[in-house]
Structures are given as C-alpha cells and as structure tokens.
C-alpha cells in the first residue's frame, strides 16, 4: 500500500463540483495557498475532459480524481492504469464492485510509475441506514456495511477507504491505523449541511484519525473562498 507524508495543508481536498473549467480554475487557484488536494468528479472532467488534471498541477495542486470506477475487473484495471498516467494522486473506484475488481485495479497501480493511492469508496455520505433497508435490501446498517466493505478493501490490497467521519473510528480498529480514511460531506458548525446525511465537522474528522477530509460548498459556495479556506485549515491546525 502507499506510504504517505502529508502535512496540515494536504489533509484539505477540495470539492470542484462545477461543470466549468473556468470557475473551477479560478477558485483552485485563489485557495491553492491554503489546500494541498483538489477532487475532480464526474461534473468537471466529464465536460472539461482529461486535461484538466494537468492544468491543476499547474496551480501546484495535486488531484483527487473521484470517479469511482465500477465494472467488470478488467475494466477497471484498464481505466485505474490510465488515471496513473495522468499522474494523479488519488483515485478510487467502488469497493461494491467485489473483490477481484479491486485486486485488479491495485495490481495496474503497483505497475504504475506514479503510484496514486488506490482508495474504495463505501457507502455514500448522502446514504444511512434506513436508505439501505429500504431501498436497497440491505440487513446491515450503514456503519456494518462500511466496515465490511474496508475490510475487503484492505484484503485486495488497497491503500483506504472513502467514508463518513461517523465511521473513522471503527475502520481503523479492523483495518488499522496505517489504512487511510478520506471523510467526505465535512461540514463545519458555520455551514450548511445541504444533502448530506453522515457528516462530521473538519476538527472532528482529524481528531478522530481522518487522513483527508473533502470539502465542497463550505468552501466553494463562501462569499469569500479565500476566507473559508483559511478557516478550515486554522480548525484543524
């Protein structure tokens, strides 16, 4: 698995939810100062396509690149191999897909030259419980299911998992203190909680052991961006 040396700054990622370059641009560049990791989800690379990994790394950010691959494991071999190439720093796919899925796509990353950290997605922070009963016929509740799910991770050879801040704790104890969590839906006291359901403020997420947290309208939809990335990292300095 990826050994990591991150300071304060890279434990920020922050959450490029836009389907303009421009915008997403300009707010990585007023807040690169402040924040080590910028997510690029399905949104922004879907409509400003490929290159805009390395017009990120121009503003000396590293990326997150959450498009969380699940298919057929040869499928995602392929694509984790080609997201390596574009010298990401992270990227991940759906833990869900099953374990010779995420064994395969670990075996492409340790043939990668750039290593990105290969992290499993769990269950999602806008999912809990009653959702999984209910919808998708699921006995376990969603703290079970997210243990069982980074167990597994962990087993194909995984470097951590993407879960709620509820769950850090619980991760660890089965997977260890060296398997990393990336808390997403982190909303500080001063924020809105929009549509997430499992959320932890960023002092929290840190205090209980997250690696990185993943920070989006908080910081991107703050009258001053600037501002609100500063606040977030002095919380958890």
Known sequence: MSKINTNIKDKIIVALDYSDEKTALSIAEKVAPYVGVFKVGFELFISAGPSIVSKIHSLG???????????????????????????????NV??????????????????????????????LTSMNSGILKNELNIASTAAEQVVRLAKLAKEAGLSG???????????KN???????VIVPGVRPDWSAKNDQKRIVTPEEAIERGAD????????????????AAKKILSEIS
């Open 94 to 123: 759906h833990a869900s897909g099953g374990l010779e899925m995420m064994k395969k796509a670990a075996e492409e990353i340790k043939k990668s030259k750039n290593h990105p950290i290969l992290i499993a997605v769990t269950v």
């Open 174 to 180: 089965a997977c260890g203190k060296d398997f990393k």
């Open 61 to 91: 950010g590293k990326v997150f690149l959450d498009l969380k691959f699940h298919d057929i494991p040869n499928t995602v071999a392929k694509a984790a191999a080609s997201a390596a190439d574009m010298n990401v720093f992270i990227l």
């Open 161 to 171: 998992v993407v879960a709620s801040g509820e769950e850090i704790t619980s991760i």
């Open 212 to 227: 990185f947290i993943v920070v989006g309208r908080p910081i991107t939809g703050a009258e001053n961006v600037v501002e």
